[in-house]
């Protein structure tokens, strides 16, 4: 197996909580993911990529860790995954953790034992701090530094018992480790040795650019609300690429041929990026960059949303193409458990939408770079919808409700915001099939099923040949069967072109062009790029005469193309020559 094995690899994230509940308690759990396992195979996908599963009090979802060593028991037990990675080698895929190492739960043994004294032997395992000077613990302004958390309020926490502050980037329940202190990293690197020793194929890095603060802290530029912007200080930090090289020797090293390795890593710059990924650095393999999903995020942050720019989405993805190049490597996304559904973002859930799925598909598949997708990406699954704040779960969104409602934000405003882009978009049950709670649970779900489950579902789909599922596993085998889709150079075209995305990409002879229309208007494509052999198309040619003949399923292959081009509403095409 050559060590750059994923870069004909497709990964497929799987939230457990959402995918499939076999206990009828209403949460998603390991045996549920066992269930679905020929799904999964079926669809083609190569790696596995699951969040956190761990022990935790679930402030957010998993994010928030009490034992990185146990499964939660709303998941199962050290069994039930033990057999699951079992099943997933068995059939041919690989498996990947959720690695949350930025923060731990407050209720970590690790953080209870920090929190008990201000003498305790892993004081300095987290940040804490003291109240500004002249200012007592809980005092407005006390706090060491004005940054705003992720999850709105203050990223300081104060507590009683020591008078001290700790930090929080993000939930309160989520204090930042110290990863300043050897014995931190020590500490998880021993933990990621341990599951890998125990036979997972790598690890997908929760915010892994936050672990280095700039020293001494110090205040932000303040935004809305008063709190200060505390990013700069902590992305991509002055020791990062210290501590992920060391990571590597220490638990990577002589393994990693084996293995995938993704950072998530917000604020993360092409630079920054091509360095992480540089494989002579010894690094990662690849990363998570945010620029392409915040193209949407209005100057009042990322419930003000913008219509799409389209010119402008392709000039950041052009330019992570082009920087990362031939010698970085890129991951490629649209959807994952905290972003709302790319059918309902850049696409058309209404009238056009199975085409526009397939067309954002083939626009992001096709690009140079590993593909993930999303759970229920594959089916075109839609945004949620919903219509009070009592059915939202998710932290963020919670908290953003209030924070900009006392920001002055109508309640209107507020719940249109959530609506467009609150992670719980993503984190509805998967849709299985037509009955009540979309087979997803015999339960109630955790979280409210998305009504069009009822026609928009799994079952509908997967022997469909015309379906948004099929159209992704025809990318997927796309990847695997042909080295330009791999390993091919990329080229963007059009650039300025309001409606058109197209590129192409080139291996010794073969050239592969992708023309998509992403509006809902009919678009020209000018004669330049429409040269090649038809491979993959999501529009149904007009018959030439009445028997129909000239109908071709989305995967139709062969149509010669030369003329020019009317492209119809999300119509993509994909061409090859040589
Ligand atoms: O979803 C976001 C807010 O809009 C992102 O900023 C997100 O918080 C950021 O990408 C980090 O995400 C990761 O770490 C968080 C966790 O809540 C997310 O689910 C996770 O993907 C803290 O662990």
């Not at 950072?263 to 920054?272: F, K, L, N, Q, R």
């Not at 159209?471 to 300025?496: C, K, N, Q, T």
């Amino acid at each position: 197996m050559s060590s750059d094995w994923w870069k004909s690899a497709v990964v497929y994230q799987i939230y457990p909580r959402s995918f499939q509940d076999s206990d009828g308690d209403g949460i998603g759990d390991l045996r549920g993911i066992r269930q679905r396992l020929g799904y999964l195979q079926a669809l083609g996908v190569d790696v596995l990529w699951l969040s956190p599963i761990y022990a935790s009090p679930h402030a957010d979802n998993g994010y928030d860790i009490s034992d990185y060593r146990a499964i939660d028991p709303a998941f199962g037990t050290m069994g039930d995954f033990d057999a699951l990675l079992a099943d997933v080698h068995a059939r041919g895929m690989r498996l990947v953790m959720d690695l949350v190492v930025n923060h731990t739960s407050d209720e970590h043994p690790w953080f209870l034992e920090s929190r008990a004294s201000r003498h305790s032997a892993k004081r300095d395992w987290y940040w804490w701090h003291a109240p500004r000077d002249g200012y007592d613990l809980g005092d407005d302004g006390a706090e060491p530094t004005n940054w705003r958390s992720f999850f709105s309020g203050p990223v300081w926490e104060p507590d009683e018992d020591s008078g001290e502050y700790f930090l929080h980037l993000f939930h309160k329940k989520q204090p930042d480790l110290n990863w300043e202190n050897p014995e931190v990293r020590g500490a998880v690197y021993d933990m990621m040795r341990w599951w890998l020793d125990k036979g997972v194929d790598g690890f997908r890095m929760d915010v892994i650019n936050l672990i280095s603060k700039v020293l001494p802290l110090q205040d932000g530029r303040p935004g809305a609300g008063g709190l200060g912007d505390g990013f700069p200080f902590v992305v991509c930090g002055p020791r990062m690429h210290e501590y992920l090289q060391e990571m590597h020797r220490e638990v990577f090293e002589g393994r990693d041929a084996q293995l995938i390795t993704v950072g998530e890593m917000p604020g993360v710059t092409t630079e920054d990026a091509l360095l992480v990924t540089d494989p002579d650095r010894h690094e990662l393999d690849m990363v998570f960059q945010f620029e392409h999903v915040d193209v949407d995020h209005g100057p009042g942050g990322k419930f003000d949303v913008l219509p799409l720019d389209l010119v402008r989405l392709k000039e950041i993805m052009g330019r992570w193409q082009t920087e990362l190049g031939e010698r970085g490597w890129n991951s490629l996304y649209w959807d994952n458990h905290d972003q709302p559904r790319i059918v309902s973002r850049f696409g058309d859930d209404g009238e056009h939408r199975a085409r526009s799925a397939k067309a954002l598909a083939a626009v992001l598949h096709l690009m140079r770079g590993t593909p993930y997708v999303y759970q229920g990406e594959e089916l075109g699954m839609t945004n949620a919808g919903l219509e009070s704040i009592d059915d939202y779960r998710d932290v963020e969104s919670l908290n953003a409700y209030d924070e900009l409602l006392a920001q002055g934000w109508t309640e209107e405003r507020v719940m249109a915001g959530l609506k467009d882009v609150s992670r719980d978009n993503a984190r509805t049950p998967v849709q299985w099939d037509a009955t009540p709670h979309a087979g997803f649970t015999t339960g109630t779900p955790w979280l409210k099923v998305t009504p069009n489950h009822t026609w928009l579902n799994a079952s509908a789909q997967v022997d469909d040949l015309d379906s948004v599922w099929s159209f992704y596993r025809a990318l997927i085998a796309m990847r695997h069967d042909d080295p330009v889709v791999a390993h091919g150079s990329f080229e963007m075209l059009l650039a300025e072109h309001p409606q058109i995305f197209a590129y192409r990409r080139r291996l010794d002879e073969a050239v592969l062009t992708v023309v998509a229309n992403l509006s809902g208007e009919p678009a020209d494509a000018p004669d330049e790029v429409v040269a090649g052999h038809q491979v993959l198309r999501n529009v149904h040619p007009v018959p030439d005469d009445a028997s129909g003949e000239g109908r071709q399923g989305d995967t139709a292959v062969g149509e010669s193309v030369g003329e020019r081009l009317v492209l119809q509403p999300w119509e993509v095409r994909v061409l090859r020559s040589a």
